[in-house]
T-cell receptor, first 118, second 114 residues
């Protein structure tokens, strides 16, 4: 069965600290896609990154970086030098390719609330 | 234009009212979705439209009725709702229905049922 676990319910850091948000997933599919979304207080879910199961290369985008490790079924997200504007709920999500005819159904983790204090 | 626009942003309705939520995208996406999100919970899928046809209904009660008039518009018609239906309703779109397609979300309609 597919599942996404974000064990950290809330994290509080002081501005300029680095912070890592953990994501562990479960799936029986060999082809799947992993996503991170940011949800600020305004409510909109902002797409941050997509990674497919065949690409384990880590990615960096500005202050954001992602570490994908299939061996531990993890897809962790690090914010370097955090800022107050990073305060939001962050969701990790999984979409399985199934037998090739699957429809996009994002399975979300429970989210991590990140509070960055000035 | 990478926006998914939802209206209204807030809606308060009684249990006997009929109302509609609207969603619009102009990215040429052919898959559109409705999600429901309760406070402090992740979004839960309700409906998926692919090429203007309903492809997934996640056992949603019939008091929620989706409609996709064209490839850019998605509506959610509400009738005889219950207080427990109060939630944030999010619309999303993706290039197509494939799991590889990234979803783009609107900012949602915060619904309160009295």
């Amino acid at each position: 069965a597919q599942k996404v676990t974000q064990a950290q319910t809330e994290i509080s850091v002081v501005e300029k600290e680095d912070v890592t948000l953990d994501c562990v997933y479960e799936t029986r599919d060999t082809t799947y896609y992993l996503f991170w979304y940011k949800q600020p207080p305004s409510g909109e879910l902002v797409f941050l990154i997509r990674r497919n199961s065949f690409d384990e290369q880590n990615e960096i985008s500005g202050r954001y970086s992602w570490n994908f490790q299939k061996s531990t079924s993890s897809f962790n997200f690090t914010i370097t030098a955090s800022q107050v504007v990073d305060s939001a709920v962050y969701f990790c999500a999984l979409s399985e390719a199934g037998d090739g005819g699957a429809t996009n159904k994002l399975i979300f983790g429970t989210g991590t609330l990140l509070a960055v204090q000035p | 234009d990478t926006e998914v626009t939802q209206t209204p942003k807030h809606l308060v309705m009684g249990m006997t009212n009929k109302k509609s939520l609207k969603c619009e995208q102009h990215m040429g996406h052919r898959a559109m979705y409705w999600y429901k999100q309760k406070a402090k919970k992740p979004p839960e899928l309700m409906f998926v439209y692919s090429y203007e046809k309903l492809s997934i209904n996640e056992s949603v009660p019939s008091r929620f009725s989706p409609e996709c008039p064209n490839s850019s518009l998605l509506n959610l018609h509400l009738h005889a709702l219950q207080p427990e239906d109060s939630a944030l309703y999010l619309c999303a779109s993706s290039q197509d229905h494939r799991p590889s397609a990234g979803m783009f979300f609107g900012s949602g309609t915060q619904l309160s049922v009295l």
